[in-house]
């Protein structure tokens, strides 16, 4: 189970003023759920995602996951929440392997349960072909399934998807969503970010709609359409993107 | 406690993508390795070759009709092998250079005059030539006339010199390898180490591997340490590739030599001896230099900024290697802990075979000690969000610009440019109108380019000058505090200057007391203390804890704020014998901008600072220097405990304030 709760932060705007990129964000998340995460350019979206993979701390607020506070100790606390950045973030001369490997023994994974796991994943991930090539010359698909691996090598009790097919084509991008629609086993948390509603709709049961820094809802569509009085999810933002302007 | 097994993963991980990078290999190894040498060897087999070229190159010469039939100078041109050609002037289509008798004086028995094109290397090395064979036969009529005369030949030289040089010729050229070695593996550590950190810090932001990498459990610190090391690694293979091949290099010249007959030109062999001294020195030193320019990229948002970032510390590494080799610069005292030109005094040791132990642990620990230095705050920099998220590129946009709104103070960025805009027209045109008219020059750049300069670019940028400069009326104690303050400052800060520099602070001094004396004349000692300590007072405080510390405030911790600002202000005084004294200064007078939230008490205590100095060198009470010399270290100890009591008070009164 996630819980944030009350999720502040500040940025300075280097002109001696502030943004607010988290303005009291409040949802939660049950176990073995897959939340949706939508919002405009600059809503706070990543900001969110990076706070709960640690990489910023907050002005104010908590984030638990299944009781553990994961702001108090971000050292220990990364061992729970796997993380993939919309630029998959992959050394270009390693390996796929070496990549695995390397995060394995980053996330205290012993040698041989290591290379099980990394077995596990190559095989479940479609990975074998391209496995012990540097990731630098693998395609966007590939790098993105890489990314998945890498996320997913520790076993995490929460993951974090942010614009995972950012780039990709239409086959290698319905490749993936079948993917990681499979990703909510072993009763983990995945929190999934895009752009895309129909992406949204296809893998998450539940949203959350992020504008300002605030969360305008956390349900179902069809609930997230009631609290907000609009037919359909389009119509909504398109209401919001006229109040921001 | 660090984990290591982390660190060693780093590590790995790092060396795997350094030595699949073959450009990277090829520029850290490959130069050293071949280019180096080849070049060096390119250039003395192109030097030999060249020599034997113009011996055997038929050079054309003019002479006037009237020299046709001067003895000494034919047998010089011909001892030079020059075909002579007579014309009445110098033609330079025909000829190389042509020579015109000259009147004779002082009873000599002929004076040449050679016109050539001294644009002309050629011509040039035909002048040198003919210039030798001349002399020789000089020589020999002098000797011609003294037997005439019957005098002994000692009479032309009573005095004769002749050096020895107990080491031998190995010796020369250990000393003149001492020279060039150790700035050439500066570089090198430099290069190897800069093109590492590049990739390292600003490469993986610019990947976006760094954002994976940080929210694994690796701590911050691991992290540091696995990518610290893996550059320290490789600048040390880069230097050592780069003393071996110099080494290489050294020897194969040597061989050329003795093959061609020059037997003493070159021999340089690497003293075994000193081998354990110089990787000891290498691998401390490239730790620095990998820690330095970690740092640097660390700040950079990618790669080719940190490449240009990463200069200034190539510079910084090669100016110390060349201040090594003035005269006088030894290894003791302050320059056992200076980093870089510690190096390179200890490597010019080591290769003499001068070195002691404890000379290489002092350089070696002092060298360290800065590496730790450095490494904290690389800790404390990736442990911070600014290394995720620095602050974007400003585009610069004049209509923008000139319609900005208000604002009550600077932007960081601003104020360093103001601070290193001032700094660069103060040095510029400030100093040569001081050496013109010390008065008026030192008024006009105290006034002008530092207070209503500072002002100016205040308004300009629409900053609000009450806020910005902290125009804030202090409680009258603090004034009466600093009144306190100045002396034990004073004292402080010149026991600092002798720490450092012994006696070497006194020159400064002695220039500064001569054009004090200098004004006095002019302007009387009231003027003096309004143009020696008043006005710096003012405009140097406008412009340090006005302007700057405006742009700092809320953008560094305290900490860093009192540091930066008491080294450009160190700096800014453009003496190293007076650093020392001017950085505590800064720091201290940037501490009470900060605390009091008002210019005013540092400004005062500026000047009563700086009044002090004026009045004890214009007029010193009677037997002041020996009462200071004879009670050194009772000011000393007096001052230790009276001026952290005063900013104890200050700190009091300030947080009585806010309560």
Redesign the interface.
Not at chain 1, 87 to 94: D, E, I, Y
Not at chain 1, 105 to 108: A, D, K
Not at chain 2, 207 to 216: F, P
């Given at each position: 189970m996630l819980e944030v709760r009350d999720l502040r932060k500040h940025?300075?705007d280097?002109?001696?003023g502030e943004v607010k990129a988290l303005d009291g964000l409040s949802f939660s998340a049950a176990a073995g759920e897959a939340l949706g995460v939508l919002g405009m350019n600059g809503a706070g979206k990543s900001t969110c995602l990076?706070i709960l993979?640690?990489?910023?701390?907050p002005d104010a607020g908590t984030v638990l996951l299944d009781g553990v506070d994961l702001l108090a100790k971000p050292?220990?606390t990364?061992?729970l929440?796997g993380?993939l950045?919309c630029?998959?973030?992959?050394?270009?001369?390693?390996t796929p392997r070496?990549t695995l490997e390397?995060?394995a023994?980053?996330?205290?994974l012993e040698e041989g349960e290591a290379k099980r796991r990394a077995d596990e994943l190559i095989a479940r991930l479609g990975m074998s072909e391209f496995i012990d090539r540097?990731c630098g010359g693998l395609s966007t698909g590939q790098k993105q399934k890489v990314g998945i691996a890498?996320a997913l090598i520790h076993r995490p009790r929460l993951l974090i998807l942010d614009e995972a097919t950012s780039g990709l084509d239409v086959v290698a991008r319905q490749s993936l969503l079948h993917l990681v629609a499979g990703l909510r086993e072993e009763g983990r948390v995945m929190l999934y970010c895009s752009h895309h509603l129909e992406e949204i709709e296809a893998i998450c049961p539940r949203l959350m709609i992020i504008h300002q820094g605030r969360s305008l809802g956390c349900g179902t569509a069809a609930e997230v359409l009631a609290e907000n009085q609009a037919d359909s999810l389009p119509t909504l933002f398109s209401r919001l993107a006229g109040s921001q302007a | 406690m660090i984990d290591w097994?982390?660190v060693w993963?780093v590590w790995?991980?790092e060396a795997?993508?350094v030595f699949?990078?073959r450009r990277t290999l090829m520029v850290m190894f490959l130069l050293p390795a071949l280019l180096y040498p080849g070049l060096l060897l390119l250039t003395a087999e192109m030097g030999q070759a060249q020599q034997q070229r113009l011996q055997t190159l038929v050079q054309t010469v003019g002479i006037a009709p009237a020299l046709e039939q001067d003895v000494n100078l034919r047998k010089a041109m011909k001892n030079a092998s020059l075909t002579v050609l007579v014309e009445k002037k110098f033609d330079p289509k025909t000829m190389k250079l042509w020579v015109g008798p000259l009147t004779p004086v002082n009873g000599e028995t002929s004076a040449y005059g050679i016109s050539f094109d001294n644009g002309d290397g050629q011509a040039r090395h035909v002048v040198s030539t003919l210039r030798d064979e001349l002399d020789k036969c000089a020589a020999e009529l002098r000797l011609a006339a003294l037997d005439k005369a019957g005098l002994a030949h000692g009479i032309l030289q009573p005095l004769r010199v002749m050096e020895f040089g107990t080491g031998g010729k190995e010796k020369d050229t250990r000393f003149l390898a001492g020279r060039a070695l150790p700035a050439l593996m500066l570089l090198m550590l430099v290069v190897g180490c800069g093109l590492m950190a590049q990739d390292c810090a600003a490469g993986e932001r610019e990947?976006?591997?760094?954002?994976?990498?940080?929210?694994?459990?690796?701590?911050r610190l691991e992290i540091v340490c696995g990518k610290f090391l893996m550059v320290a690694s490789m600048g040390v293979m880069s230097g050592l590739a780069n003393l071996a091949s110099m080494t290489l290099t050294m020897s194969q010249l040597k061989v050329s030599a003795v093959a061609s007959g020059q037997t003493e030109a070159i021999n340089f062999t690497l003293p075994w001896e000193a081998l354990p001294g110089l990787l000891l020195a290498t691998v401390c030193t490239a730790s620095l230099v990998a820690a330095a320019a970690l740092l640097l990229a660390s700040f950079a948002r990618s790669v080719t900024e940190a490449g240009h970032m990463l200069l200034p510390l190539t510079l910084a590494a090669c100016l110390p290697a060349l201040a090594s080799s003035l005269p006088g610069i030894n290894l003791e005292g302050a320059m056992v802990t200076l980093p870089f030109i510690n190096f390179c005094l200890l490597v010019q040791k080591l290769l003499l075979g001068d070195a002691t132990v404890s000379q290489v642990i002092a350089v070696c620990s002092a060298t360290l000690c800065w590496t730790a230095v450095l490494l904290v705050l690389l800790a404390k920099l990736w442990s911070g969000?600014t290394l995720?998220?620095p602050?974007?590129a400003?585009i610069f946009n004049l209509k923008s610009w000139a319609n900005r709104a208000w604002?009550?103070?600077l932007?960081l960025d601003e104020g360093l440019l103001l601070i290193f805009g001032a700094g660069i027209i103060f040095f510029q045109l400030g100093t040569p109108l001081q050496s013109a008219d010390l008065v008026w020059g030192l008024a006009v750049s105290q006034w002008g380019f530092l207070g209503l300069g500072s002002l100016l670019y205040l308004r300009l940028h629409r900053v609000r000058l009450a806020p910005a400069l902290n125009l804030v009326k202090p409680k009258w104690p603090l004034y009466l505090i600093c009144l306190l303050i100045a002396p034990t400052l004073q004292i402080i800060g010149g026991a600092a200057t002798s720490a450092l520099f012994g006696d070497g602070g006194g020159e400064a001094s002695k220039l500064i007391h001569e054009a004090m004396m200098a004004a006095q004349g002019r302007i009387g000692l009231a003027g003096c203390i309004f143009l020696f300590a008043i006005t710096p007072a003012i405009c140097e405080e406008l412009l340090f804890r006005g302007a700057l510390l405006s742009s700092m405030k809320?953008?560094m911790s305290v900490p860093t704020i009192i540091f930066v600002q008491g080294l450009l202000f160190g700096l800014m005084h453009m003496s190293i014998s007076r650093f020392p004294g001017t950085f505590i200064a800064g720091c201290v007078f940037a501490w009470l901008a900060l605390r009091t939230r008002s210019i005013f008490p540092g400004m005062f205590l500026h000047a009563v600072f700086n009044s002090l100095a004026v009045v004890l060198t214009l007029c010193p009470p009677p037997n002041f220097e020996a009462y200071v010399k004879a009670h050194e270290w009772q000011l000393l100890v007096a001052s230790l405990v009276i001026f952290p009591f005063c900013l104890w008070v200050i700190d009091k009164i300030e947080k009585k304030e806010a309560g």
């Open positions: 940025f300075s280097g002109r001696g990076k993979a640690t990489l910023l701390r050292e220990e990364r061992r929440v993380y950045s630029s998959t973030g992959l050394h270009r001369r390693l070496e390397f995060f023994g980053l996330y205290g540097p890498r | 097994k982390q993963l790995r991980k795997r993508e699949r990078d990947r976006g591997t760094l954002e994976t990498l940080l929210c694994s459990p690796a701590g969000e995720l998220a602050p974007e400003k604002r009550e103070r932007d809320g953008r």
